[in-house]
């Protein structure tokens, strides 16, 4: 049965049971279309410490000292296994929804498609890795480069490798947004970006709550630490050398709550879009999509759904690790 069957203050009622039924195993599956059988959806609150554990990872292993130093294997290896746990995930996901038998109809299979491919942590990778990237392009924007201007803390050799991972951020974080599209993209088209336009209301609420987080948070860490800025480009340097360390360590770790709110946003508009069109009503659509995620049977079915099986314990590798 439906535990939350009626919208709150405006009373609507929506359907009598949940998309939760059991298997012949005696497992509980989560159905968000006739068809789609999988396991239980993450509750929200699972997703914001996934994307957190993430986005603090990189920013603990990524953390650059000014002026740049040439020990960047460090790097080198997170961003490797990075693009290895998204393409092994992916390439598990997508052919799970490939192989999903019993679809009567197109429309049918490729609503499941959308739905197991919108679970996947695509946009707290592109997000974090592009917001690295813009820090860190705005971070080394007056480091020296002058070749004659001698500095013993200044290793040319560490910038131009610096310049490279710089580069490699944005190749990840552009590859993941591509791929997304390409394999997720018809979906897009069809349910995320109407449900996104019809509950403009909840985009609007998560792109702002995130984006004003950023905002706050940047004020609060980054503006304090700015110094005068001088006509010397070499002192401009040595006087905002820690606003400028700030940026490039700290921007990043203030885009984890953006990165939370996209990824929380796409997933619920995914199921709310499936619900909305098999016609349970507007509000219904959205208070299901919001409050059926239920941790107690999430954590019950943990072992044997998530961990036990490749494709969603891979996902949540792909989902924890940096």
């Known amino acids: 049965p439906n535990p939350h069957p009626r919208v709150p203050m405006l009373g609507y009622p929506c359907l009598a049971s949940s998309h939760y039924c059991y298997d012949q195993l005696g497992q509980i599956r989560w159905k968000p279309t006739r068809k789609c059988s999988l396991p239980p959806p993450q ?46 995930s ?3 996901l997508v052919k799970k929804a490939w192989q999903m038998p019993g679809f009567e109809t ?11 491919l919108s679970t996947a942590p695509w946009s707290a990778n592109a997000i974090l890795y592009s917001i690295r990237r813009l820090a860190a392009t705005h ?16 290793d040319h ?35 995320l970006v109407p449900a996104a336009v019809l509950y403009s209301w909840a985009s609007g609420v998560a792109i702002g709550l995130g984006f004003c987080i950023f905002r706050l948070g940047r004020y609060f860490f980054l503006d304090s ?40 946003l796409i997933q619920w508009l995914a199921a709310t879009s499936i619900y909305l069109y098999t016609g349970i009503g507007y509000f219904q659509a959205a208070w299901t999509a919001a409050t059926e995620r239920q941790s107690s049977i999430y954590v019950q079915n943990f072992e044997a759904q998530v961990l036990a099986k490749w494709t969603w314990s891979w996902e949540l590798v792909n989902q924890l690790l940096p």
Request: a negative charge; one cysteine or more; charged letters at 15%.
């Open 90 to 92: 992916t390439s598990l």
């Open 106 to 116: 197109w429309w049918e299979h490729h609503e499941c498609w959308g739905m197991v």
């Open 43 to 88: 509750p929200f609150w699972m997703i914001f410490c996934g994307t957190s554990c993430k986005g603090v990872g990189m920013g603990l292993l990524f953390w650059t000292t000014l002026p740049l130093r040439t020990n960047i294997w460090k790097e080198r290896v997170v961003m490797a296994i990075t693009v290895l746990s998204v393409v092994v």
């Open 139 to 154: 971070a080394t924007r007056y480091q020296p480069r002058d070749y004659e201007y001698q500095d013993e803390d200044f």
């Open 225 to 264: 630490k700015k110094t005068p800025k001088t006509a010397n480009i070499h002192n401009e340097w040595t006087l905002n050398e820690v606003y400028h360390e700030w940026t490039l360590n700290v921007v990043p770790l203030l885009a984890i709550p953006f990165a939370l709110c996209i990824d929380s």
């Open 157 to 191: 050799r560490a910038y131009e490798a610096q310049e490279v991972k710089f580069f490699a951020y944005l190749v990840v974080g552009t590859l993941t947004w591509c791929s997304f599209l390409l394999l997720n993209g018809v979906f897009a088209i069809t349910h």
